[in-house]
């Protein structure tokens, strides 16, 4: 085989091989996407209680998917005036709260949300 023949063979084996990666590529990129995350399953520890309002918020507290009270409020408050969220201020870290930190902010509320953060 003559040097010109080897070389277009080569240049159509790397040039499936690009095509090869950039298939693979595609179809990872767009199962991730079809991969919604959902809430995950959690204890509320405010089920019956009634909202509250972040007048008494503990700044050096963090909040958790589950809690309830002024620092989950405060939260609520600055997802809606930081980041144009439209939750319903209660106190209440539920589903709702979770899908906002994670989406807007990209913190885990899994960790822990340290209200400082926020400011």
Same mark, same amino acid.
């Given at each position: ?13 790397l ?7 950039i298939?693979? #590529? ?10 919604? *995350? ?5 204890t509320?520890? !405010? ?10 918020a503990?700044?050096s %507290? %963090? /909040? !958790?998917? &589950?809690d !309830? &009270?002024? *620092? /989950?409020?405060?939260?609520? *408050?600055?997802?809606?005036?930081? !980041?144009?969220?439209s939750?319903?201020v209660?106190?209440?870290f539920?589903?709702?709260?979770? *899908?906002? /930190? ?9 960790? &822990?949300?340290?209200? #400082?953060?926020?400011?």
């Open positions: 085989m003559d040097k010109k023949k080897m070389a277009l063979l080569i240049l159509a084996g040039a499936i091989g690009v095509a090869v990666l298939y693979l #590529n595609r179809r990872y990129v767009r199962k991730q996407d079809e991969e919604q *995350e959902t809430c995950p399953e959690f509320a520890l !405010y089920t019956g209680k009634p909202a509250v309002s972040s007048e008494d503990d700044m %507290k %963090k /909040v !958790y998917l &589950g !309830y &009270g002024p *620092e /989950v409020a405060y939260l609520q *408050e600055r997802l809606n005036s930081q !980041y144009g969220a939750l319903t209660d106190g209440k539920g589903c709702d709260t979770w *899908e906002a /930190v994670k989406s807007l902010t990209g913190l885990d509320s899994l960790t &822990g949300i340290d209200l #400082n953060d926020l400011k």
